[in-house]
């Protein structure tokens, strides 16, 4: 049986030993303290209070320093609605963006009063499949703002006929009402008339 000899051996190099004094094995091996001097104990401390500071030293700088929000400038407008004023103002660069002109007829609601204007002449130059959409959309806008504005002259109508009687509503069926929540569906004025200023457009 032939054995091998490395060939570190043949050339006569030998392993170097780990030293039982070196800082790198102390700090890194957890040693009680009941066998170490205090000088060890300080010599050790200190070089695990120089490591901690060389890592809070090596930390980047935050990338942007975060301003209040009172001192913060206000969020960029939307790209639909500058794609609304463009379409108004400068019809020359305007170009053409199926998905802006959905977000614009899904948000008709949404869309701030100061592009009205910009909104109702959109809306007047649109063709095809979406114009034939937007029409019934906004009629039936229209209606349930007329259905709730009649709810609520009925409603008035029924208190001013039961105070007239003397009648007064009782606690509970008062309770009842204010803890009714509001449907989700509701219309507020506003958004009615500018459907019905839309849909005289069309």
């Known amino acids: 049986m032939s054995s091998t000899v490395p060939a570190w051996k043949r050339i006569g190099l030998s392993v170097k030993k780990d030293s039982g004094d070196d800082s790198l094995n102390i700090a890194t091996t957890r040693v009680e303290n009941a066998d170490l001097t205090t000088k060890q104990i300080k010599k050790l401390s200190n070089k695990t209070k120089a490591q901690s500071q060389h890592k809070i030293e090596k930390k980047k700088p935050p990338k942007r320093i975060k301003l209040p929000k009172s001192e913060r400038p206000p969020p960029p407008v939307k790209d639909q609605l500058t794609y609304l004023k463009q379409f108004e103002t400068d019809r020359d660069n305007w170009k053409f963006s199926k998905q802006k002109q959905n977000w614009i007829l899904k948000n008709i609601k949404n869309i701030p009063q100061e592009y009205e204007t910009s909104l109702a ?80 457009k069309l």
């Open 121 to 200: 002449v959109y809306i007047e130059s649109l063709q095809g499949g979406s114009r034939d959409r937007l029409i019934p959309e906004l009629k039936q806008v229209i209606e349930k703002w007329n259905v709730q504005y009649e709810e609520a002259e009925r409603k008035i109508e029924e208190e001013l006929a039961k105070k007239a009687e003397g009648s007064e509503t009782s606690n509970e069926e008062k309770e009842k009402k204010e803890s009714e929540p509001e449907k989700a569906s509701e219309v507020n004025l506003e958004y009615a008339v500018r459907c019905f200023n839309l849909l005289k």
